[in-house]
């Protein structure tokens, strides 16, 4: 089958399977924070809106501004995107025809990028018999070989967090070999204790952080997102972007909520609560699953090596879960939720109890 690339949008997923879309079906295929965005975002809409009649800020300043403080980075080390997706593109732009290394299983559109750059594209497995463990020392040797690694923390699919000490030894191979490390960081703000990555900007110039605001503050619509590099590697980026890549609005609604802690803090704390209620679940009723770190997870049966059945029966119940057959070494032997709200949440507890009668565990 031709499986739909990405999560969300599920009307093509139910599409390609051929199945009707039930009226009230829960999208668990996008992780998108279950809060909604900040109440602050609807209080200022109509504000927003007297703005449209503008041009944007070509340069962003405003917003590059208010980020540049707030992590200590230099503004000339900062650019912004249009969603995180838009830099993945620019730095398949400036990695055109190079060799990358991507650890499997990761977000897909870096492949999809790198492959239309015409870059040497390497895989290396994550292991899930061993929590898809990251040893820096085992890759010593490809990464000599390489251009840049690809490091998605927390990752997705599997929502799974390498600590600090692990990016800096990453980074200490990569500096000795000229590789560039690609942290995407889309899912950081959802980590409790993250140890933040940023500082070790001003000790490895081959570390590019890549973020989203997307998932956090709930606005998969708006598209923003932003890169911190060297100054080199923005100006590399900055060569490759559109005039007005960011429109007025998302501009706007970053200065809104770049800041919004205390918002961050009541998601984490929700998410966590959430996933403890689920993990319970999935052990009592004999479901694995992904540690994960992140507002989503890696569930399968293991009656099932191929997850394609569970899958349709979960579609044909209203639950959208996003397939893995794109993402290499998972290749449908998952399915990947969101953490959704807690009745959203129960409901997928009700069809996968569902599921369990008519597919009794015996292990
Ligand atoms: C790991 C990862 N990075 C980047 C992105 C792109 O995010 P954005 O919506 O900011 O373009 C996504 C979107 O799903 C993602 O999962």
Redesign the pocket.
Known sequence: MNWPM?GANPQYLYERASIEMPENALDFSA?INPLGPPPILLDKWEELFQTVHLYPDPFASRLKEKISELHGVHPKQLLIGN????I?SLLGRILAGKKVLLLQPA?S?YEEVCRINACAISHHYLAAENDWELSPSVLKKEISKMDAVFL?NPN?PTGTFYPKQIIEEMLVICEQNNCYLIL?E??YDFVQDYEDMVPLLKQYSKLII?R???KMYSI?GI???YVFASKQVIEQLQHFQSQWSINGIALQVGELLIDQEEFQQKTQIFVQIEKKKLYNFFIKEQFMHSESAANYYLLRDPLFIDQKELLTFLLNNGIIARHTYNYPSLEGKWLRFAVKSKEENQQLQGVLTKWRQVHPSSL
């Open positions: 990405h992780n969603g995180a997706a838009e993945i977000f559109e998605c997705n995407d889309a899912f890549l989203s605001l997307t998969p598209r923003l997102g």
